[in-house]
């Protein structure tokens, strides 16, 4: 995985080690994932930690589909399935695109997660764009968030 550049830089600055990475450099390598089967009450209870900008729905390996925040209106009752509010378009990246390519066009999308999918839709990984805009989080990150939140619970 490449490692970020220290100290990070904020905008549309990026380090010099995004410059030459691809997306399966910097995605998270396990992110967390849900079945098909995830209920609409189940992904807004999901959505209450604030890190959680996306949520993958994924079955034997296979991205069927993401959900943010704003696919689920209101007003869609809590036992239906999520999976009919999810979609693909716009949200996936081949492993091999360049991350600055990827960054640029998450920025522009104003999205902090795509997931990273190969030929057959097989999810890969998570990129999960930093709060400062300029790089994406490790696995480490992640862990560290985590451990963070079992330590506070």
């Known amino acids: 995985m490449v490692e970020e550049a220290s100290p990070q ?15 399966a450099d910097v995605m998270v ?10 209920t609409v ?8 930690d604030d890190h959680v900008h ?9 991205l069927l589909g993401t959900l943010v925040r704003g696919d689920l209106p ?10 009919p509010h999810a979609r693909l378009a716009g949200r996936t990246v081949a492993p091999t695109t360049p991350a600055v390519a990827v960054r640029d066009e998450m920025v522009a999308a104003g999205a902090r997660r795509w997931a990273v999918v190969d030929n057959e839709g ?7 764009l930093k709060h400062d805009l ?4 490790s696995d480490a990150d992640v862990a560290g968030r985590a451990a963070d939140r079992d330590c506070s619970a």
């Open 74 to 83: 209101p007003e869609v009752p809590g036992p239906d399935a999520a999976l």
């Open 41 to 48: 009450r189940e992904c807004r209870a999901v959505f209450v």
């Open 9 to 23: 830089v904020a905008g549309d600055e990026v380090s010099t080690a995004l410059t030459s990475a691809v997306a």
């Open 54 to 62: 996306m949520v993958l729905l994924v079955d034997e390996g296979r």
């Open 29 to 38: 390598r396990v992110p967390k994932v849900h079945g098909p089967g995830l």
């Open 134 to 137: 300029a790089g994406f989080c």
């Open 122 to 128: 097989n999810l890969l990984g998570l990129l999960c």
